[in-house]
């Protein structure tokens, strides 16, 4: 894998480089004829070291380096041809053959390393070039001075040497400025990059060696040193081959379009070379040649001026990179600018969000509590605060009704309207989805129950909704803080005082008072006394007999929940029941009466063919999973479906509205089609006792206490006799059984008895009694299944 540095790899690399310069050494106390094997073995080496690299590391850009490995080999091949053609004539033979094989191993070489360099933008490859030519040409000033010029100041130097001998200046600049893009593209931080600049350097030297040397000697030879820097060129390439960092040596480091200070500094000293060149060469002709030629002065100078322009040039990049930055960086500034101003903005929308409704666009619960803690920290000097506490009656079936659209125009019109009404030192704010508060900062201004019905006579205005009026009503709550308190207290208290507003009756307005918290506090650890009993078994079930008043037999039981503290305590039902409906407890409570009634109720069916019937609140027939708590009872219990009744108040069915009324009849009819009857209780005393029975799948009617009972206690009045023979006919012709509630004298009994009512049920026959006492009644009454109660009496417990 490329760049990864095995301990196998690290040793081959390091091995190959210790033996090749060994036998570098070797070389150079070698004879004459033996020199010249162990040289083309050297050479040899570094081509088979390079190969083995090559194909074990797979560098990027692998034709390059197949290239330079090609060109190592031809290499090989001319310097041997040249040493033995040197044995054979006694002497190089210049511009032969020979030549012609180096110029092949010069274009191998210098294509491998221009492929070699990765592909990148134009505008960085024209950078990289400007680059190496700045390097190339203040070398050739050197190389023109050192190795070309005195050899054109040889005497007897023809045209086609001199061409030659130009023609291999020309490589070895190539291959200098290849290796110098080379080099500006990848950096040279590789250990492979380090070692293939090495040999290529060796390459160089050895060429410049072997040029210098024949310019000022005047004639072809080979000395040691040539052969060293040629044969370091082929040992040090080999190397760089096996080292496991080739595998990344074609991969772009860094960009090259920018200039490091240091860069600039070379470049700066390479333009000085041109100068020292022409003296330098001055020099030389004064000494050594017999006259001044034209290109003695001229060539530098013209290397100079290439120099300056191409300096020129990559100032003239760097200045359009630095022009481009510095349009990147207004356009940054620009867009940072407007980022921070989009931020501010939307963190002020978020802010707005946060404390305000979105729908009415009023302060919300954060907002009304922060203007409370103003209100509160400012009441000694403005007076007693007030707040108001608005809340709608039956929102829920406005929305279930004419839909949420329609409830949310109601609440933008409602608020409007109560904006109207504030003065500069109130404050409105929704904080329920339809409840709205109101801080009056200024009460002595306008008292607090004045501006309570202010509010509720501009609620109760018409709202025009799809070309029909609707009326809505909103009960109040109020606070005045003329207490030390916080805002949160006052919200809670304010709130207190709209619950009991509600639970008088829409459209009433209640005061706080601290008799008011007290109540709430002592329903809260009501509410927590439940939870405990629930949990520690502390309710019992009680059974109260349903009666044939002719006969007094028992025809059916009706379960009622008692609760008894662990003290010996006993909680009247009146007392719970209403904080088991509003705390929800009344759902778990209900099941663990279904379960323990269902499974008692089962043996006295299975005995005296009693059937049982259990109260329902509203809140159990809101419950999604009602029907499965029922069914999962007679399950477990073993009670038939025909042996259960269950009694709903009239006034839990009226409460329950819209959509909620809908799931509930259809979960009553899927009782019923079981065989479950269903009994109205306390029937008479709802708001449309007609209209349901129009719709629910009813099996008995409960008369209501109220109508057996005048207010002398003894008998019913003339009007409630009318009404109990009205309800005695609705029976007979919707063919409903009917049960007579609260029978507490014999004049009750018999004029039921004489309106042909026989059912009944009060502490004329029994008072509601324990399991024991039950089993001891059954049992003195009743002989039996045979002595049951006819197929087809409703039985019915109250």
Known sequence: ?????????????????????????????????????VFALIMGSGVVAAIAGVRRHRPARTAGWWLMIAALAVSMLANTMFAVGYEVYGQAVFGSVVDAVYFVMYGLLIAGLAVVVPRRSWAWTAAELVDAGVVTAGVAAIWWTVVVQPYLHQPGASSGMVGIWMAYAVCDLLILTGLARLIFTTGSRRPASALLTASIFALLTGDVVYFARVGLDGYISVSNLDNVLWLTWAVVFGTASLHPSVAGLGRVRRATRGVRPGRLLAFAGIAFLCPLAVVTGVRFVHRYAAST????????????????????????MLARVAQRRAALLDRQAIELTKALRDQETLQRQLTHRALHDPLTGLPNRALLLERLERALARRRETGSPALLLVGLDGFADLNDTLGHEAGDRVLIELSTRLLGLLTESDSLARVGADEF???????????????????????????????RE??????????????????AEALRDAGAALRTAKADGRNRIAAFDVELRSSRLDTARLV????????????????????DSRTGEVRSLEALLRWTRPDGTSVPPDEFIPAA??????????????????EQATEWHQRFGLSLSVNVSGHQLSDPQFAETIFEALSASGLPPTALILEITETALVAVTGSTATDVHSCLQRLRDHGIRIAIDDFGTGYASLSYLRHLPVDILKIDRSFVRSDGGNAPGPQDHAFIRAILHLSETLRLSTIAEGVETPQQAALLQH?????????????PMTQEAVEHLLAATTSGPEGSAPHGTHLTAA
């Open 755 to 767: 309106m042909n009512c026989h059912l009944a049920q009060g502490f004329l026959f029994h008072r």
């Open 1 to 37: 894998m490329g760049g990864a540095w095995r301990p196998g790899g690290t040793a081959a690399w390091a091995a190959y480089f210790l033996l090749g310069m060994v036998a570098v050494v070797a070389f150079v106390c070698c004879p004459r004829l033996v020199g010249v094997v």
């Open 470 to 487: 609707v009326v809505v009503t909103a009960s109040i709550g109020y606070r005045v803080m003329d207490a030390p308190l916080t805002a």
């Open 293 to 316: 030629a034209w290109y003695d002065t001229l060539v530098p100078t013209l290397l100079g001026a290439i120099i300056s322009t191409l300096l020129v040039v990559r100032l003239g």
């Open 581 to 598: 409906e509003d705390s929800g407890l009344i759902i778990p409570i209900g099941a663990w009466v279904l379960r323990h009634a269902t």
């Open 437 to 467: 508060a109101l801080v009056l900062e200024d009460p002595a201004g306008t008292d607090p129950a004045l501006r309570a019905a202010q509010i509720m006579a501009a609620g109760r205005v018409p709202y025009l909704q799809n070309d």
């Open 528 to 547: 927590d006394d439940l939870r405990r009993a629930l949990t520690d078994a502390e309710f019992r079930v009680h059974y109260q007999p349903v009666v």
